[in-house]
């Protein structure tokens, strides 16, 4: 761990100058160059706190930005520093092809690079939609300046005759009611306009709000700001409390490295199974963690997710939204419910340890219906457990809290998509030969993948047997799957199948047992036939010639390392 920056005094605007051989004359052009910007001598005078900005008319999840922006820096400004925003990459996660994870690390260098090659002397991390909190936290514990976390907070939701909608386990519900055949065209339409109706992430407990209570799990966001919804009032007083709170972190050794340590990250994976949260949330903590040259083990997953019950009861697991999490207590209120289950010790952003932040937010209403006693939860276990076996020896995720447990101990009948595309063009097909309880299987859509490992893992069921009112089966792949679906779905399977995994050997017709009872996925094929399957094996992607795609297929690791690069990875 490198503690160099806390050992600077803060320097602000003449912080690690522009070299030009002669430090007097770079300071006096930086700061002749910034009075152009119209500041004053007092201004130039004062620390800096750098804002990593992520507005973007490609981001909807981030289209309160510019007011939380204002907050941020009247926090900033009251509490005696200058605020200087600066854009970074910003990930909307629908908007990007061919998947915003194919983007997470750049997004993480760019913020890693530009939080360290600028003057500043903290920094405020604006994040929302799904990649981008992972993707800020990566970059700042590799930048290792003081920071904070400022989450955009989640969506309200909306109303479809009388039903409360919000993106996006909603958006899938009616989906499916439509290719069942269930709603027409004019109603799904109108639907479409109802999902998503006001700023900020998925309402649900999917990815992006999974990933904002981790930021304050981990310590690294003010206390009790994960779930403020994005259109609250709470949220700008937060932003603006941020703000502040950079200023006290200028010249502190609470920098990230320091936050993100083996405990809070299991603090982190406790709160994570006790909100029934998103499978692509193991990936980015591994990859978080991972940076702080903390490991994530997927059998430890296992251990914590058989003593760690579900007690959120949010979609897509359960019935609420974030905004009803907020209204009933949020992430106070819910890890005062597992205290015993974390690492009191860990020190978080406000220089406060978890249990003294527990100790002194002792909100005094908790709404039971969301937020259940520990006595009583929805799950007396976690809502995630990894499998291993011939099929994934590196791991695979199941989220079982959204599974059908009935489908848990069950051996089936291959059926084999070889890649997305050609899911895409059969999946549909009247005369594919399918069955209830056969297990569908994609492969190439993992990490190593050109697909780059998109939330396909969610196989829709066939139509013949949605008509039929088939709503679930047992699908694998070394895909992922959005935070927001459901269903029997076998993730990450590691290695994937462009890197050489088993999973590129199964074959239509060939034999899987999963059994979850013994976190077990295997294919019952002999070793003599899999050694003559070889032979046939797909070729692994070509290298492409340039770019970042260059990058990222030659630095890529698989699943059970967060899919971060190889190269940002401590040596
Ligand atoms: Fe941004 Fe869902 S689209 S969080």
Redesign the pocket.
Known sequence: MSDNVTKELPVGIANGLTNYGDRDFSLYLRRSFAKSMGYSNDMLAKPVVGIAYTGSGF???HRHFPELLQAVKRGVLAAGALPVEFPTISL???FLNPTSLKFRNLMSIDTEEMVRAQPMDSVVLMG???KTVPAQLMGAVSANRPSVMLIGGPMMTGRHHGERLG??TDCRRFWAKYRAGSIDEKEINEVEGKL?TTAG??AVM???STMACITEALGMCLPGTAAIPAVHADRLRAAEATGALAVKLIGSELTPQRIVNEKSVENALRVLLAIGGSTNAIIHLTAIAGRAGVPVSLERLNVLSDTTPVLVNLKPVGNGYMEDFFAAGGMGALMREIKDLLHLDAVTITGETLGERLGFDSADFVDRTVIAPRAEPLEPVGGLVSLFGNLAPQGAILKRSAADASLFELEGRAVVFTSLADLAARIDDPDLDVEPNDFLVLQNAGPHSTSAMPEAGYLPIPKKLAGKGIKDMVRISDARMSG?AFGTVVLHVTPDAASGGLLGLVRNGDRIKLSVKDRRIDLLVDAAELKKRETTREKPPEIPPRGYAKLYAQEITGADQGCDFEFLRPR
């Open positions: 981001n909807n999840c909307g996660e629908v929302g939609c799904d993106a996006c998503a992430s998925c999917g990815t992006a927001t």
